[in-house]
């Protein structure tokens, strides 16, 4: 075995590890997301200098002052969505787009995820990894993410991978009746995870604890 194969067997055998520490703490509960998790291979969203840590569940820096969320992070959040497949759904503060690579896992090739991130330098890093993947049900865009992306709307699921200052209402408006939506509110560096439903004539608001996440910069945002 050449050197590069052996990687490759040590980052899987990693990641299937990922996996079973998730599981036993929780932060998975169904077979759905277990799968999703380890099937996506976070080692190649990261820069290449971080491969070693990869498999860490902390936040890594992916360059641009950006971090990519820590896997149980993730793994919670696609958990509390709810998400089912043939979904369309919009990300906001896509990165590299490994979130997005989750969650398209779930959602299927009969779904759609709308990844919006406003680096371009950071998207065009995803783009790369993502058809290379084969990841052909996930559009990332480059725009103000604050503002949702009204054109592919509405959405049966949102999830915001940044902190807001309070919901920006263009999310709320882009949401279906019925539709969830998971966005961190509160100041620049600690949040209050929630998790939105909206029905017919009301938001639904559920207090999840709280999170570190980088700011949501734009209209709407920071």
């Known amino acids: 075995m050449d050197g590069d194969e052996k990687m490759k067997d040590d980052l ?13 703490t929780g932060y998975i509960r169904s077979k759905k997301v277990a799968d999703a998790v380890g099937a996506v291979p976070r080692h190649l969203f990261i820069p290449r200098s971080m491969t070693h840590k990869a498999y860490v569940d902390a936040p890594l820096p992916i360059g641009s002052g950006q971090t990519i969320s820590a896997p149980h992070m993730v793994a919670m959040m696609v958990e509390e969505l709810d998400l089912k497949e043939g979904m369309k759904v919009l990300e906001v503060g896509g990165g590299r787009g490994y979130h997005a690579a989750v969650i398209s ?9 709308i990844s919006v ?29 604050s503002k949702g992306y009204e054109e592919q709307s509405p959405y049966y699921r949102i999830s915001v991978a940044c902190g807001a200052p309070s919901v920006p209402t263009p999310l709320i408006k882009q ?6 939506m998971l966005i961190p509110v ?7 995870l929630y998790r939105l439903t909206r029905t ?3 938001i639904k608001k559920e207090d999840l604890g ?10 709407h945002g920071f």
């Open 12 to 24: 899987l055998e990693e990641r299937k590890k990922l996996v079973e520490r998730l599981k036993k």
């Open 105 to 113: 896992r779930i959602v299927g090739d009969s779904g759609q995820v």
């Open 117 to 145: 991130e406003r680096l371009p330098e950071l998207a065009e890093k995803g783009r790369k990894v993502l058809n290379r993947l084969n990841y052909n049900n996930i559009k990332l865009v480059v725009a103000d993410g």
């Open 175 to 180: 949401l279906k009746v019925g539709g969830k």
């Open 186 to 192: 509160g100041g620049r560096y600690y949040q209050t």
């Open 200 to 202: 017919e004539d009301k």
């Open 210 to 219: 709280g999170v570190l996440f980088v700011p949501l910069k734009g209209e």
